[in-house]
């Protein structure tokens, strides 16, 4: 038995200990809104942030997470999908089959938390999730329009 | 009936199978309403209008798609169609598919499910058109007969139906049950595309705001009441079969509930939960029969490839003049060879299905480009009559033709419910399953010779493709004489569909077919792709050879073909080609037409001394006949970019042993944001025909750049991706 703290919650769950937090977040808590894409911590469907931090979920075993650590999911980042991220994607109609979006978003509200400024050459660089429908030119539109909003970061 | 709106009791039928999952996740919200099955059509509240619409008392209007959405927009540019027919309001449009097993029962009252080929509005633009013209005649006739006058007095906007003389009004709602009964009208004039208010127009998909929260389900989050999750592993070796494997090894692994065969060529262990179950299936020892092709390399098949380059039978697909005797005629001919390697779709969403069965019920939810083709699959697993079956459609996370013609997983799936009837059961690939066991992308290579007169003009040219025929791979029966007619996509000589743009006085151009194992299948652009670069990068080729501009060459042979040229003057003016560009930057042109739309880019690129390539920007002109919704379209072309792009920067499986060697995105690289160019769409509807817009941009993707590569290095790239090319300055 671990204890994990997901989404404000503290969550009792059964897994053995090399299961990965992804399988664990979906198959023993039951939000799939985090997916599966690889395995190999590649293509970041699975990103969730950990204390904060964009955390690709799918290669980070169960025992490597502390009842301490705080996990948001996309189901967590906002009660209502009300997160200036999200509110971004849903303005420029990123998503296409979406199955990738998930991870896209939380990378990016992880990105503009710690680095509300950031630059085209930033997005470049830090936003390396995989989207096979090919939305990366209204990832990068949303991600700027929230920059310039300037809505994250603040406190 | 939502699927929101079922919260309790789990009932082993097909709908709440289904509606158990929504309950199970809670508080989430579903992006879509649960197939109708017989059972919710007798107890429906709410008649049909026709198949296409139904109308709640609230105004609430729900308009059936059969085709499956899977990013592409479909589902919101169909609904268009069919709402601006109907003149309802876009505010209250919702939409539900039906299902395949309905289809059936139906006589096909929805048509083709099939959703491949660009072909999901242009094939059906027509009937659903009518189904909403249809719908908008009934609804105005009931709304008449309420007020005991003429229909012809009466109009409809907005989901109002008024009464002018009278000044009277009903709305939809208040008329549809009425409207059911009424007879349907056997002929509906359908607007004039300039008077359309609703199609035509950027609107906002209908499905984006559960892909931003996680609520959107998808096949592989499907969760039942007793549900088990399968893994499997079918024989790397593409045709080899399953020798042993020891089960008693795994047996009791946590979780571990059967170990099981499927059909003669893979193992599955089905577990509590899929990790387990992959876990297990891991530590299975499994002994295999490689079968024939063990052997096989990718440098045995380049080799058997390349002797279809010369060799004397070929398919002829498009023939006029003498190209034999242009050639030795020539003041001077160019010859050279390219090659494009088998690609796997890899959608982000794997292969996976969920399946119930029982002796006399076979049931499956999956995402699917083809409903009907997935029932038939199940029926065909199951050993049941197609009566006895259903498939229920999910949204794809991402199909790009793996999840069209072919039902791998299905069958696989059924197979494994088969052996545990009652219990139903989720199959999930892993990735590398997902690599291993794709429907590639055909493996081909084409030699080209150029006959140039004295002037330098094309007088003969002969493409000699020599490789992999995708409908021999699947659709055998359609092999006439030996050609597969696809194989000439974009290089017919005429005809709505992928025709030529150019007239050269002497062509011959034709097909050595050779098949290899490893199965072949249709890949977003299909061959379009392959023959867009070697028929574009040719012709480059042939321009530099004679000394002209790219573009002027080609406009040479290109006044028969005014669809064609419209399409890369538009390309060619947006891009202000001929105007010079800053230091280090380099443009690449080409055009060509697949999937009934006419397509053009321009790139820019710069290569940096060491060899790096960046691609700066790129000018897409299409012309698809009719514009359904702009905006989508603008996402179709910029995601076909990133699609082809991916291909031709990275994109490549290798066979050694007579599997594929590349298992995971670390070693089948695709393309990510880092690498994205700026994409202009230059849309340029002509109207008179439809034509398709998922696929076709992907063919100018790589052609335009490898062009603007030669441009920039004088190196000419025939062999892809570029990723094994060395772009460093000589």
Avoid at chain 2, 652 to 675: H, P, S
Wanted: proline share 5%; aromatic share 6%.
């Amino acid at each position: 038995m671990a204890k994990l703290n997901v989404n404000g919650k503290m969550i009792d769950v059964e897994a053995a200990g090399d299961t990965p937090l992804l399988w664990v977040l979906r198959e023993q808590i039951g939000l799939t809104g985090t997916k599966y894409g690889c395995g190999v911590a590649q293509c970041g469907a699975c990103t969730v942030h950990i204390d904060g931090v964009a955390t690709r979920a799918c290669a980070l075993p169960l025992d490597a997470v502390t009842a301490e650590q705080k996990i948001v999911t996309i189901e967590g980042l906002s009660p209502d999908g009300s997160h200036p991220v999200q509110q971004a994607w849903i303005k420029h109609e990123v998503p296409q089959c979406g199955f990738c979006q998930s991870g896209m978003i939380m990378a990016t509200a992880a990105l503009l938390q710690a680095n509300p400024k950031a630059t085209e050459a930033d997005i470049a660089s830090e936003i390396t999730n995989i989207c096979r429908c090919g939305t990366y030119a209204r990832v990068k539109t949303a991600i700027l329009d929230v920059v310039a909003g300037g809505t994250l970061g603040r406190g | 009936m939502s699927i929101s709106t079922v919260t309790t009791g789990f009932r082993p039928s097909r709908r709440s199978l289904l509606a158990g999952s929504a309950a199970a996740a809670g508080a989430f919200t579903f992006g879509f309403t649960i197939p109708f099955g017989s059972e919710a059509q007798a107890q429906a509240v709410v008649p049909e209008i026709n198949a296409w619409v139904v109308i709640h008392p609230d105004d609430k209007v729900v308009i059936r798609i059969a085709r499956s959405e899977m990013g592409q927009g479909t589902l919101t540019g169909l609904a268009q169609l069919v709402a601006e027919e109907l003149n309802c309001d876009w505010a209250k449009v919702t939409t539900e598919y039906p299902t395949p097993g309905q289809n059936v029962a139906r006589n096909r009252v929805w048509g083709n499910f099939s959703t491949g080929g660009s072909r999901g509005i242009r094939e059906s633009h027509d009937y659903v058109r009518k189904g909403g013209a249809a719908a908008r005649t009934m609804l105005i006739q009931a709304a008449a007969n309420e007020w005991k006058v003429p229909a012809s007095e009466c109009v409809a906007e907005k989901s109002v139906i008024t009464h002018k003389a009278s000044g009277r009004s009903l709305r939809y709602g208040q008329v549809a049950a009425a409207a059911a009964k009424i007879e349907a009208p056997k002929d509906v004039a359908l607007k004039d595309p300039k008077d359309w208010t609703i199609a035509g127009k950027p609107l906002a998909r209908l499905d984006t705001a559960p892909k931003t929260d996680g609520s959107k389900i998808y096949g592989m989050d499907l969760k039942m009441p007793g549900m088990l999750n399968a893994a499997i592993k079918d024989c790397p070796v593409f045709g080899g079969k399953v020798k042993s494997f020891d089960a008693a090894k795994i047996k009791d692994m946590p979780g571990v509930k059967h170990v099981l065969p499927v059909g003669d060529s893979a193992v599955t262990v089905v577990a509590d939960t899929w990790w387990q179950a992959k876990t297990a299936l891991d530590a299975l020892p499994i002994v295999w029969d490689e079968g024939q092709h063990a052997k096989v390399s990718s440098a045995s098949l380049a080799e058997w490839l390349k002797e279809g380059l010369d060799a004397p039978n070929a398919v002829v697909g498009n023939q006029n003049g003498d190209v034999k005797a242009a050639i030795s005629g020539a003041a001077r001919t160019i010859e050279a060879v390219y090659s494009y390697p088998f690609q796997n779709h890899a959608c982000m969403e794997t292969m996976n299905a969920t399946a119930l069965y029982t002796p006399d019920k076979c049931e499956v939810w999956t995402p699917t480009q083809n409903g009907e083709a997935a029932l038939a699959a199940t029926a065909e697993a199951s050993g049941l009559p197609i009566a006895k079956c259903e498939a229920y459609k999910i949204d794809l996370g991402g199909g790009f033709g793996r999840r069209g013609a072919v039902h791998d997983w299905v069958r696989q799936v059924v197979a494994i419910a088969k052996q545990i009837p009652g219990t139903p059961v989720k199959l999930i690939w892993s990735r590398e399953e997902d690599m291993l066991h794709g429907r590639f992308h055909p493996l081909t290579q084409c030699k080209m010779t150029g006959a140039l007169d004295k002037d330098g003009n094309l007088t003969g040219l002969h493409m000699r493709i020599s490789g992999q025929s995708i409908v021999a791979g699947i659709f055998p029966q359609n092999i006439q004489n030996g050609r597969d007619p696809v194989v000439f996509q974009g290089l017919n000589a005429s005809g709505p569909e992928a025709s030529i743009g150019y007239t050269i006085p002497n062509l011959l151009i034709d097909h050595a077919m050779r098949n290899p194992h490893v199965p072949p299948g249709f890949w977003r652009g299909v061959n379009l792709n392959q023959n867009a670069i070697y028929l574009e990068s040719f012709l480059d080729e042939l321009a530099h050879a004679a000394g002209k501009d790219p573009l002027e060459f080609r406009r040479a042979m290109m006044k028969n073909h005014p669809k064609h040229l419209a399409v890369l003057n538009a390309a060619a003016e947006k891009a202000e080609w001929g105007k010079p560009l800053p230091a280090g930057m380099f443009r690449g042109i080409c055009q060509t037409m697949g999937f009934g739309a006419y397509v053009a880019a321009v790139a820019e690129v710069s290569v940096s001394d060491d060899g790096k390539l960046k691609i700066h920007r790129i000018v897409a002109a299409t012309d698809p006949g009719h514009v359904v919704n702009p905006a989508q379209v603008e996402r179709q072309i910029e995601g076909s970019f990133v699609y082809g792009l991916s291909a031709a920067l990275y994109g490549e499986i290798t066979i050694k042993d007579g599997r594929v060697e590349q298992e995971n995105f670390d070693t089948y690289e695709v393309m990510r944001l880092e690498a994205m160019p700026a994409v202009e769409t230059v849309l340029v509807p002509s109207g008179g025909f439809w034509g398709g817009v998922g696929e076709p941009t992907i063919a100018v993707a790589a052609p335009a750049v490898l062009n603007a590569i030669f441009a920039a290095t004088g190196k000419r790239i025939r062999n892809l991706p570029l990723k094994n090319a060395d772009l460093k300055k000589a």
